[in-house]
C-alpha cells in the first residue's frame, strides 16, 4: 500500500542513494516531510503570520508578506475509535470478577475503586480529566446526579441512572472515605493523592489484558462509546451534545458517522421494500 509514510520513506532513499545527498539534508528532508500533516503545517503557518505581524507592528518590516496570502487547508475528519458493546461488557465483567477473587484487602479496595471509575466513564462519557478532577462535593447521592466541570470553565449536570453504578460510587465512598477527605478529591491512589490521568490508563491497559480484548483501549475510547452506542439507540444528538459538553454541533456530528450499525438494521430489516411483492412476470 502506497501510504504516505511508505512514500516518504521510498523518497528518503531515493534521494540517498540517487541523489546522493548527505546526512544533514536528508535528516532534514525527513523531519519536514513527516511534519507534512494539516494540523502542523497549520500551526507553523500560524507562528509564521504572528511573527511577521510583531516584526510589522515593530516597525522593522515594511509589507507583511502573509497578507497576500491566502492558505487554505482541508483537514481529513478522523472517525472516534469506539469499543464494542460485548467488549465493554466483557470489560465490565472482568472488572466485578476481581473484585470477587480479591485475596487481600488492598486487593479489594483497588477493585472497588477501578469498577467506580470505568462506571461512571461509561455511564456520563465525561472525559478522564474530568473525572480525575471530581470533588466529593460534585456528586450528589440525594438526587444521583454529578456536576461537571468541562472545557472553558462550562458546567454541567448529569444523572446517574443506572443502579449499579450508584452501587459502585457509594461502595467505593464506603470504602475511601478517609482516603477522600484527606485528599480532597473524590478518586484517590493509594496515596492518597489525586488519581492521575495516566494511572487510569494503566488500570485500563490491566483489565484490558485480563479481559483478553484485542483492542488498545483508552479512557477517551468510552466517551466515544457512549455518545455512538447512545446514537444506535435513537437519543436526539442533541441531547448527547449537552451530556457530552460540546459547545458547537458540529463537534458531535462526527458520531453519527461511527453509529452504521443501527442504519444497516433499519435498510436490511425495515426498509418498506422487503415487504413488497412484486410480480415480475
Given amino acids: ?39 502542523t503545517v497549520k500551526r507553523k ?8 505581524h510583531y516584526l510589522e507592528y515593530k516597525e522593522l518590516l515594511i509589507e507583511n508578506p502573509f497578507d497576500k496570502l491566502d492558505i487554505r487547508f482541508r483537514e481529513a475528519k478522523l472517525l472516534p ?29 483497588c ?62 465512598q464506603k470504602h ?9 478529591y473524590f478518586f484517590v491512589n493509594r496515596l492518597q493523592h489525586k488519581l492521575s490521568d495516566q494511572s487510569v490508563r494503566f488500570m485500563i491497559n490491566h483489565y484490558v489484558k485480563l479481559a483478553g480484548i484485542n483492542q488498545h483501549i483508552t479512557p477517551h475510547m468510552f466517551r466515544h462509546s457512549f455518545a455512538t452506542l447512545l446514537l444506535e439507540q435513537d437519543v436526539d ?11 458547537s454541533i458540529s463537534t458531535t456530528e462526527i458520531y453519527t458517522h461511527v453509529s452504521n450499525v443501527k442504519q444497516k438494521d433499519i435498510l436490511f430489516n425495515k426498509h418498506p421494500r422487503n415487504l413488497m411483492r412484486v410480480n415480475e412476470g
Fill in 81 to 109: 475509535k469506539t469499543i464494542s458493546f460485548q467488549s465493554i461488557q466483557n470489560f465490565l465483567s472482568i472488572l466485578y470478577a476481581q473484585k470477587e477473587q480479591a485475596q487481600s484487602d488492598y486487593q479489594l479496595r
Fill in 237 to 247: 444528538i442533541r441531547y448527547i451534545q449537552r451530556m457530552l459538553g460540546h459547545s
Fill in 176 to 184: 475511601f472515605k478517609s482516603d477522600i477527605d484527606a485528599c480532597g
Fill in 111 to 172: 477493585s472497588i475503586r477501578d469498577i467506580a471509575v470505568i462506571e461512571l466513564l461509561f455511564a456520563t462519557g465525561m472525559r478522564i480529566s474530568e473525572l480525575c478532577s471530581l470533588k466529593p462535593t460534585d456528586i450528589d447521592f440525594e438526587n444521583n446526579t454529578i456536576l461537571i466541570y468541562g472545557k472553558g470553565a462550562k458546567e454541567r449536570i448529569l444523572q446517574i441512572g443506572n443502579p449499579d453504578v450508584l452501587s459502585a460510587l457509594l461502595l467505593y
Fill in 45 to 52: 503557518i500560524a507562528s509564521l503570520k504572528s511573527f511577521f
Fill in 1 to 39: 500500500m502506497n501510504t504516505l509514510d511508505n512514500c516518504i520513506m521510498e523518497y528518503i532513499e531515493y534521494c540517498k542513494y540517487r541523489k546522493r545527498l548527505d546526512h544533514k539534508t536528508l535528516k532534514a528532508y525527513k523531519i519536514d516531510l513527516e511534519q507534512y500533516k494539516p494540523t
